[in-house]
């Protein structure tokens, strides 16, 4: 359980800071963030919900101990 938390922080936070680098400087379009239509106008905010979301899930990784 703790790597796959690990890997979805890892996830989370690469598609995060993706979206901030695409929404900053329009470079970058490899996230899915601003791919929703749903998003339109709330990217920066969904980039960074996912950074804050890695952050969580890596220290639920952490709290879990080995396994």
Known sequence: MRKLLGFIGFIA???GAGGLVHELTGR?????VHRWSVLDGYEIYASVALLVLAVALFAAAESRGSG
């Open 28 to 32: 970058l379009g490899w996230g899915f």
């Open 13 to 15: 936070l690469f598609q």
